[in-house]
């Protein structure tokens, strides 16, 4: 039957994948899903606590309690989260160096140069222009 060879197709590739991003670091396996999470929880917290006070109508004819002020407060919050939490875990080598296998101990004595994405770079709100 040509459908479950198609699932099955679809739920190995997506192991693979996932294997392949978990290999290449924790950082770029947890952080994401901590950000779906994180999404979803406050999209329900912020349009139960101000849902339909402020614009009436549904967001979603296909889920009418979805609300516009849920999403908006979902996309603020998360951006919020996933600002600082990033910045947060990517603190930890065991989270962004790459593994060499999988167990079911966590890897405390990891060492590697970190990929230049981890590297901090000076922040300033102020223009290069601006005198300092």
Same mark, same amino acid.
């Given at each position: 039957? %040509? /459908?479950?060879?198609?699932?099955?197709?679809?739920? &190995?590739?997506?192991?693979?994948?996932?294997?392949?991003?978990?290999?290449?670091?924790?950082? %770029?396996?947890?952080?994401?899903?901590?950000?779906? +999470?994180?999404?979803?929880? +406050?999209?329900?917290?912020?349009?139960?606590?101000?849902? @339909?006070?402020?614009?009436?109508?549904?967001?979603?004819?296909?889920?009418?309690?979805?609300?516009?002020?849920?999403?908006?407060?979902?996309?603020?919050?998360? !951006?919020?989260?996933? &600002?600082?939490? !990033?910045? /947060?875990?990517?603190?930890?080598?065991? +989270?962004?160096?790459?593994?060499? !296998?999988?167990?079911?101990?966590? /890897?405390?004595?990891?060492d590697c140069?970190?990929?230049k994405v981890f590297?901090?770079?000076? &922040? !300033?709100?102020?223009? @290069?222009?601006?005198?300092?």
């Amino acid at each position: 039957d %040509w /459908h479950l060879f198609v699932s099955l197709m679809i739920i &190995f590739g997506q192991m693979q994948s996932t294997l392949s991003i978990i290999y290449k670091g924790l950082f %770029w396996y947890f952080v994401p899903a901590a950000i779906v +999470m994180t999404n979803d929880i +406050m999209a329900y917290f912020t349009g139960v606590a101000l849902g @339909r006070k402020i614009y009436d109508q549904p967001l979603l004819v296909l889920s009418p309690n979805k609300t516009y002020e849920g999403f908006i407060g979902a996309i603020i919050w998360t !951006s919020i989260f996933a &600002f600082f939490f !990033s910045g /947060h875990v990517s603190q930890f080598k065991w +989270m962004i160096c790459p593994s060499t !296998s999988l167990t079911l101990q966590p /890897h405390l004595y990891v060492d590697c140069i970190p990929n230049k994405v981890f590297n901090e770079i000076p &922040f !300033s709100s102020l223009p @290069r222009w601006w005198p300092q």
